[in-house]
Structures are given as structure tokens and as C-alpha cells.
């Protein structure tokens, strides 16, 4: 099973920045699609921001305008740069992906998380 990996989490000042990674494990799949998502304690999982294999993206508004995601297609990397950080940023971030390989099997797939945390 294809998994995702995710870096770049921590604990970061309000108005700071951090960018997450997001790459599968191995290099047979590459990624399509993908999305961010992150989960506070006591909320649902909650859609944060996501791009296309053709470059389009789309931000919950929440997040709109201090966020932004990307691809890099040569390192099969997905990112999430985030600035202006604020305390009710604060939660695990999960990359989640639709994959295919060169046989053309797709598979879709989660990230283990990554905790951000904004606190002063």
C-alpha cells in the first residue's frame, strides 16, 4: 500500500509561517491530485485546501489568501506554504492524494499527519 509522507509540522509564533510536504513513499506512483486537510481537537476533519493535475487550486475561505498550495512534478512533491499563521490554525494536517502508476492503477491515499501548532 502506497503511502504518504508529511513534514515540515511544528509550533510556530502567531504571524509566522510554515511550509508542509507532502511525497509517496516509494517512486512507483505518482501523485495526480491532492488535497490538504487538518483536524483540530474536538472538530471534524475539515477540507483546507487542494490542486488538480492541471495546476488549479481551490482554499476554504478560512484560509484564503495566507495559504498557498503547489506541486513540484520533477520531485512529486505536493506543498502547503502557510503564512500569517493564527492560533485557530492549529491542528494535525493530513495530505491526502489520488495516485497512478505507470500501469495506469490509481489508489488513493492519506498521510499519517503532521501537527502544527501556532501559540505564542
Known amino acids: 500500500q502506497v503511502q504518504l509522507v508529511e513534514s515540515g509540522g511544528g509550533l510556530v509564533q502567531p504571524g509566522g509561517s510554515l511550509r508542509l510536504s507532502c511525497v509517496p513513499s516509494?517512486?512507483?506512483?505518482?501523485?495526480?491530485?491532492a488535497g490538504w486537510y487538518r483536524q483540530a481537537p474536538g472538530k471534524q476533519r475539515e477540507s483546507v485546501a487542494g490542486?488538480?493535475?492541471?495546476?488549479?487550486?481551490n482554499y476554504a475561505d478560512s484560509v484564503k489568501g495566507r495559504f498557498t498550495i503547489s506541486r513540484d512534478n520533477a520531485k512529486n512533491t505536493v506543498y502547503l506554504q502557510m503564512n500569517s499563521l493564527k492560533p485557530e490554525d492549529t491542528a494535525v494536517y493530513y495530505c491526502?492524494?489520488?495516485?497512478?502508476?505507470?500501469?495506469?492503477?490509481?489508489?488513493?491515499?492519506w498521510g499519517q499527519g503532521t501537527q502544527v501548532t501556532v501559540s505564542s
Open positions: 516509494g517512486s512507483i506512483f505518482r501523485i495526480k491530485a
Open positions: 490542486i488538480t493535475s492541471g495546476g488549479s487550486t
Open positions: 491526502n492524494a489520488d495516485l497512478i502508476n505507470r500501469w495506469s492503477d490509481e489508489h488513493n491515499s
